[in-house]
């Protein structure tokens, strides 16, 4: 069951609901919308960074074992604490703070129990997880003076879409950058695990 969950962390919903989140911030405020884009763009640009990294040279951080940063993690923690900040402000106000915590913390323990230990090991996914809601929480103070009205047929109708995408069959992005990896590095074949991690599951197999 938490293997199946985690999959939901995915791009095919994650991106629709960072989409939806901007066309909310589109008819509201361009300036949020401007720093929704901007912060969107710079923790993809990370993970992707992170994973390219280590995919085409084996680049990552052994001391911490992480090899890639979490994007299902990234992504929950990012889009779940925002958007639940957003639908709250909506009603009242005083609840976006108090929200956005409920939506951090919801994402945290789906990082550890459900993206952890089945896409990703436990240190990845807190990893992932610390950029998503990191970010979060500083375009949620980025936009604390910006006014920000969404009309409730607009959430409702992006709920909806969103759940039509949760539906859909759940994909990921790791053989597009398998390629990249490969044409930047010029390596063989993309690297799959870490080796002091391989090393460490074969000794403990001995």
């Known amino acids: 069951m938490r293997a199946e969950l985690a999959q939901y962390g995915g791009i095919t919903v994650m991106v629709p609901a960072a989409i939806i989140i901007a066309v909310w ?7 949020a919308l401007r720093t929704w884009v901007l912060t969107v763009g710079a923790t993809y640009s990370l993970v992707a960074l992170s994973k390219l990294l280590f995919k085409g040279w084996g680049l990552s951080f052994q001391h911490l074992d992480i ?22 402000r909506q009603f009242n106000p005083a609840l976006r703070w108090p929200a956005a915590l409920v939506g951090v913390l919801a994402s945290l323990w789906f990082s550890a129990y459900c993206v952890a ?5 436990l ?3 807190l990893a992932g997880a610390v950029l998503g809601a990191g970010a979060a929480f500083v375009f949620l103070w980025r936009i ?9 047929s607009f959430i409702g109708g992006g709920l909806v ?8 069959p759940k994909y990921n992005a790791e053989l597009l950058l398998n390629r990249v990896a490969i044409t930047l590095s010029g390596a063989e074949q993309a690297h799959q695990e870490p080796s002091w991690r391989s090393d460490a599951a074969h000794r403990k197999a001995e």
């Open 161 to 168: 879409v969103l759940l039509a995408c949760a539906l859909l």
């Open 117 to 121: 230990p089945y896409i990703h090991p």
């Open 144 to 152: 604390e003076a910006t006014p920000v009205d969404v009309s409730p």
């Open 123 to 125: 240190n990845e996914a």
């Open 67 to 88: 090899a890639v940063l979490s994007g299902h993690a990234m992504n929950t923690c990012l889009m779940v604490t925002v958007g639940a900040s957003l639908v709250a």
């Open 25 to 31: 911030l589109w008819y509201s405020n361009p300036r």
